[in-house]
């Protein structure tokens, strides 16, 4: 879904971000703050959420703002998909989340597979970087790269307690596939990972 206010907020956001990173004048480090201000103020009004929330959700990063990285892991077995129930929202996804400091996205990749399922995995190679906003995704207030790998089961057992941040795990083939949580995949993505992760010929899928 298209939302132009939501655009409008982040773009803004964006180029405050930036001015105030290399922004020297004082007169233009006012009105860059004034412009972060606005864009806070425009997300407030529009979700319904109190200014001091936005504020550290949405306009709390220091230097010149880039995309947000999210790493999903792709787990076969028996050709069915290993997925985890969310805590948040109690619907489905492939392991994985944001990127950590200091590691590799593979092993962002094994460590989510880990924590939010039990099982140890290797991964192999890359299968999709793809950009949010291009996606059937519910509007958000970052602008995130996906990045999917494909990766081999190697052991660990799934959790028998939930976790964290999931509360369920299993696996489960294209034609029976969970209610999923659309903030971290499609039905339509996971269909194509599993068309990926069974061809050594397909190129990797780019937005």
Not at 42 to 48: G, N, Q, R, W
Not at 100 to 118: Q, W
Not at 192 to 200: I, N
Request: proline share 5%; with cysteine.
């Amino acid at each position: 879904m298209h939302i132009p206010w939501l655009d409008w907020a982040k773009e803004i956001q964006a180029i405050s971000q930036a001015g105030l990173t290399y922004g020297e004048n004082g007169y233009d480090l006012e009105r860059y703050e004034a412009l972060r201000k606005i864009s806070v103020e425009m997300m407030s009004y529009f979700t319904d959420t109190p200014i001091d929330k936005v504020t550290d959700l949405f306009a709390n990063e220091q230097g010149y703002q880039t995309p947000k990285v999210d790493i999903r892991a792709v787990v076969l077995q028996d050709n069915k998909l290993l997925l985890v129930r969310e805590r948040a929202d109690g619907a489905w996804a492939l392991p994985g989340g944001w990127a950590d400091i200091g590691l590799t996205p593979s092993e962002v990749a094994a460590k989510e597979t880990y924590e939010e399922a039990g099982y140890e995995v290797k991964p192999l190679r890359l299968l999709a970087v793809l950009d949010k906003k291009r996606h059937a995704h519910p509007p958000s207030a970052n602008h995130v790269y996906k990045m999917f790998i494909l990766c081999e089961l190697t052991g660990g057992q799934a959790l028998e307690e939930a976790g964290l941040e999931t509360t369920g795990v299993g696996f489960f083939g294209a034609s029976e596939l969970p209610p999923l949580s659309l903030e971290r995949n499609t039905a339509e993505q996971l269909l194509r990972m599993l068309e990926l992760a069974r061809s050594e010929t397909l190129e990797v899928l780019l937005d």
